[in-house]
């Protein structure tokens, strides 16, 4: 089966600093990836996606990157603010998949003041 | 905001029994999802829909069946609820093919006595 999984399942940051939010796939097919965000009591919220044939994305305050090579990917947070305390999933499709997304545990991410 | 009301938002339940679970939406999106969030195990597919009358099982369909018999509603049911089943429920939608842009509801937590 699939494994999508993250480094670490939580990480505390301070107000202001960047946050960096790993996570590793296995299956070297897969070719979009996208991160979520659920804050407690809430469904999951897309952030930011990447296909497989870029090795970085930019939104507003949030990049992800792409590691092919060593199937890795990450999402870093500029100047993370208290809002930002969340779970943050990472996820995958391939093409033979279909619809179906791969999720992994998710990282939870807490912003001290 | 994708207009998304799932139906119960709690319920509690003992083992053995029906449960049906809603999921209702109102901004016409083709692909509607069903996924259970347990701990250790991210979200994981159970179900999805990519039209009316049109289902696919996921990678965690045992127990459970859905129906779509309109654009807006999907329905998951447990036939016959076990233990094992107690998670929290939570139904996406999407409109585009292999894009990562689901949008989820509040999601439902069941519990099963």
């Known amino acids: 089966g699939e494994s999508v999984g993250l480094h670490l399942p939580t990480l505390s940051v301070q107000e202001g600093d960047n946050s960096i939010i790993n996570c590793a796939y296995s299956n070297s097919a897969s070719d979009y990836f996208i991160w979520y965000k659920q804050e407690s009591g809430k469904g999951p919220q897309f952030i930011i996606d990447?296909?497989?044939?870029?090795d970085k994305r930019q939104g507003q305050r949030v990049t992800v990157l792409l590691n092919k090579t060593v199937k890795h990917l990450s999402l870093q947070i500029a100047a993370t603010q208290p809002g930002d305390s969340a779970v943050y999933f990472c996820?995958?499709?391939?093409?033979?998949?279909?619809?179906?997304?791969?999720f992994g545990t998710g990282t939870s991410l807490t912003v001290i003041p | 905001d994708a207009g998304i009301t799932q139906s119960p938002r709690h319920k509690v339940t003992e083992t053995g029994t029906p449960v049906t679970l809603r999921c209702h939406q109102t901004e016409n999106h083709r692909y509607m999802y069903w996924y259970r969030q347990d701990p250790g195990h991210g979200l994981r597919l159970i179900h999805y829909s990519y039209g009316v009358k049109d289902t696919d099982k996921g990678e965690v369909s045992d127990g459970y069946s859905v129906s779509r018999s309109k654009t807006e509603d999907f329905l998951l049911t447990l036939e016959s609820a076990t233990s094992s089943q107690t998670s929290v429920y939570f139904c996406a939608v999407g409109t585009v093919l292999n894009t990562g842009e689901l949008f989820f509801g509040e999601g439902s937590r069941l519990t099963v006595l």
């Open positions: 990447i296909r497989s044939n870029m």
């Open positions: 996820a995958e499709i391939t093409q033979r998949t279909g619809n179906q997304f791969y």
